[in-house]
């Protein structure tokens, strides 16, 4: 099996904002090195979030709010059930652990089958949708949500990551 974005999944949804506890990270594109970034993020996230006395209400995620073609700019977190007592992430430092929220409003969504080197082609696939799709453009600051520990898996084809990208009505 190969990777693939399911497109016969995508669909938009509604949602509502769903607080968060995360890091933001900045990189020029030459020195990128993203998964050592996810590596250190999200443990350091996890274990903060226990140790302020929230709980974790979904799986991790990244979400893009600049990729390229000098910079990424990336909040990494994980959604929570019960917020733990931490500042605003606007207001911390590079790589502090902070609350932030994704946001509420129309999406779309697909699923990503594969390993994480498919999911370019994922955002490709659900943009060019989104551009089908009448009276919605695309907004800013999609995300992924690693449904699937990658670790766990025992056949790296299967691991499912959902892409959200934020609508904007037209």
């Given at each position: 099996m190969t990777d693939r974005a399911t497109l016969a999944d995508t669909e938009i949804l509604e949602l509502e904002p769903q607080a968060t506890a995360a890091v933001r990270v900045e990189q020029q594109m030459a020195e990128l090195d993203l998964a050592s970034a996810f590596d250190r993020a999200i443990p350091l996230v996890a274990s903060t979030i226990s140790a302020r006395g929230g709980e974790i209400g979904g799986p991790p995620f990244g979400r893009y709010h600049r990729f390229g073609p000098d910079v990424v700019d990336v909040e990494i977190g994980f959604p929570v059930a019960n917020a733990p007592d931490l500042p605003p992430l606007?207001?911390?430092d590079a790589g502090e652990v902070g609350i932030s929220e994704l946001p509420g409003g129309p999406v779309a969504r697909t699923?990503?089958?594969?390993?994480?080197d498919g999911l370019s082609a994922a955002y490709d696939a659900l943009h060019d949708w989104i551009h089908t799709q009448p009276g919605y453009d695309d907004g800013a600051g999609p995300w992924e949500s690693y449904v699937d520990d990658p670790s766990s898996a025992p056949d790296p084809s299967q691991i499912r990551t959902e892409v959200t990208w934020p609508l904007v009505r037209s």
């Amino acid at each position: 099996m190969t990777d693939r974005a399911t497109l016969a999944d995508t669909e938009i949804l509604e949602l509502e904002p769903q607080a968060t506890a995360a890091v933001r990270v900045e990189q020029q594109m030459a020195e990128l090195d993203l998964a050592s970034a996810f590596d250190r993020a999200i443990p350091l996230v996890a274990s903060t979030i226990s140790a302020r006395g929230g709980e974790i209400g979904g799986p991790p995620f990244g979400r893009y709010h600049r990729f390229g073609p000098d910079v990424v700019d990336v909040e990494i977190g994980f959604p929570v059930a019960n917020a733990p007592d931490l500042p605003p992430l606007a207001s911390v430092d590079a790589g502090e652990v902070g609350i932030s929220e994704l946001p509420g409003g129309p999406v779309a969504r697909t699923v990503h089958q594969g390993t994480y080197d498919g999911l370019s082609a994922a955002y490709d696939a659900l943009h060019d949708w989104i551009h089908t799709q009448p009276g919605y453009d695309d907004g800013a600051g999609p995300w992924e949500s690693y449904v699937d520990d990658p670790s766990s898996a025992p056949d790296p084809s299967q691991i499912r990551t959902e892409v959200t990208w934020p609508l904007v009505r037209s």
